[in-house]
């Protein structure tokens, strides 16, 4: 015999909420989410030698959140969540699908673009809570939003791809703004000089990389396409560090350096089937100690440069266990020299802690 709950819902809803006591109960954020016992022990490269990389843990979505001191919530209160749960369909939990790239701001959340979302992820820790933001403007979603940096007073920046702009949201992810139509063809990679104010955007299909100022005018380019030094053939990602603007230069398979101003500091990287060679190189991030590290999405690698251009090491490989990746893209880093992957295809967030060393 099949039982109707529909007429007894408004009832037993009632009933829960008054059991619940109405507690909020308080989240944190933990990194942690594989428990498996080798995670914790994970490091590179592998004893005996000295190891300079720990794996800290991954981003994937509300599953990074737990109630604060463990479960402890009372039974009215798992009832309530239970049954809000069969009400609403068992809804899917929120999780990343297609993560792109991200960034750390100075409070510790962790921001990540997803193009199969449509949406940037925020990962607050200070406020127990997971925010996702899809609108780019008034009645506008995301379509795909893959740069995100830092802007001036506090707002985000984020290129999407498709719609060809660059998008303002303030603190709380609400849009403020946009600028570069009919200016930008692919915007892809984005990045921030700070100290000049000025913004800059790897636009894909255009084969440069285009500055503009804090108010969103177009004050230079950068490149043109090509494949000499100094020119581009789809750039992708970018970041800015030391007065130095790193650029992946995805067709031409190699990291290219320039100046605050634009001028050609150096390449680095080389196709080839060798662990240092790139050949479709993605995202780059610079550390505190001035490590470069460039994704090399083709061989599901992250390779790790010195100051001066020179190989040091490889992390990851091919697969979906603790440090390995499926098509990685963007790369970032914080302050604290974490290194975080956006391992695309796993949809999550890989997280690297730099232990130190030369």
């Given at each position: 015999?099949?039982i109707?709950?529909?007429p007894?819902?408004?009832f037993?809803?009632?009933s829960?909420?008054l059991?619940?006591?109405?507690?909020?109960t308080?989240?944190?954020?933990?990194l942690?989410?594989?428990k498996?016992?080798?995670s914790?022990a994970?490091?590179?490269?592998?004893?005996?030698?000295?190891p300079?990389?720990?794996?800290?843990g991954?981003?994937?979505?509300e599953?990074?959140?737990?109630?604060?001191g463990?479960?402890k919530?009372s039974?009215?209160?798992k009832?309530?969540h239970?049954?809000?749960g069969?009400?609403?369909?068992?809804?899917?939990?929120?999780i990343?699908?297609?993560?792109?790239s991200?960034?750390?701001?100075?409070?510790?959340?962790?921001?990540?673009?997803?193009v199969a979302?449509?949406?940037?992820?925020v990962?607050?820790?200070?406020a127990?809570?997971?925010?996702?933001?899809?609108?780019?403007?008034?009645n506008?979603?995301?379509?795909?939003?893959?740069?995100?940096?830092?802007?001036?007073?506090?707002?985000?920046?984020?290129?999407d791809?498709?719609?060809g702009?660059v998008y303002?949201?303030?603190?709380e992810?609400k849009p403020?703004?946009?600028?570069?139509?009919?200016?930008?063809?692919?915007p892809t990679?984005?990045?921030r000089?700070?100290?000049?104010?000025?913004i800059?955007?790897?636009?894909?299909?255009?084969h440069d990389?285009?500055v503009f100022?804090?108010d969103?005018?177009?004050?230079?380019?950068?490149?043109?396409?090509?494949?000499?030094d100094?020119e581009?053939n789809f750039p992708?990602?970018?970041t800015?560090?030391?007065?130095?603007?790193y650029?992946?230069?995805?067709?031409?398979?190699?990291?290219?350096v320039?100046?605050?101003?634009?001028k050609?500091?150096r390449?680095?990287?080389?196709?080839?089937?060798?662990?240092?060679?790139?050949?479709?190189?993605?995202g780059v991030?610079?550390?505190?100690?001035?490590?470069i590290y460039?994704v090399?999405?083709?061989?599901?690698?992250?390779?790790?440069?010195?100051s001066?251009?020179?190989?040091?090491m490889?992390?990851?490989?091919t697969?979906?266990?603790?440090?390995q990746?499926?098509?990685?893209?963007?790369?970032?880093?914080?302050?604290?020299?974490?290194?975080?992957?956006?391992?695309?295809?796993?949809g999550?967030?890989a997280?690297?802690?730099?232990?130190g060393?030369?």
């Open positions: 015999m099949r109707c709950l529909r007894l819902i408004p037993l809803l009632a829960a909420f059991l619940s006591g109405c507690a909020e308080k989240y944190v954020m933990q942690d989410v594989d498996r016992p080798e914790a994970r490091v590179w490269p592998a004893p005996p030698e000295t300079r990389y720990r794996y800290v991954q981003l994937t979505g599953e990074n959140f737990i109630p604060e463990g479960d919530r039974a009215g209160v009832f309530f239970w049954l809000v069969l009400v609403s369909g068992m809804e899917e939990k929120t990343l699908k297609r993560p792109q991200g960034m750390v701001d100075a409070q510790g959340r962790v921001y990540v673009s997803d979302n449509h949406a940037v992820f990962f607050d820790q200070l127990g809570k997971l925010h996702v933001w899809s609108m780019a403007q008034q506008r979603q995301f379509v795909t939003p893959i740069g995100v940096a830092q802007g001036k007073g506090g707002q985000i920046l984020v290129a791809a498709e719609l702009q303002r949201l303030d603190p992810g403020a703004g946009s600028f570069g139509k009919n200016i930008l063809d692919r990679g984005l990045a000089d700070d100290k000049r104010g000025r800059y955007v790897a636009d894909t299909h255009a990389v285009k100022d804090d969103g005018r177009l004050v230079q380019t950068i490149a043109r396409r090509g494949e000499g100094g581009l992708t990602h970018i800015f560090a030391g007065d130095r603007l650029v992946t230069d995805s067709m031409n398979a190699r990291l290219q320039f100046d605050a101003d634009g050609f500091v390449g680095m990287g080389r196709r080839g089937l060798y662990y240092g060679n790139l050949t479709r190189p993605k991030t610079v550390d505190p100690r001035g490590n460039v090399e999405s083709f061989y599901d690698n992250l390779l790790v440069f010195n001066k251009g020179e190989f040091l490889p992390l990851g490989g697969g979906q266990d603790v440090g990746f499926y098509l990685p893209a963007g790369a970032w880093s914080d302050a604290a020299g974490r290194i975080y992957v956006a391992d695309m295809f796993n999550r967030i997280i690297f802690q730099f232990l060393g030369a």
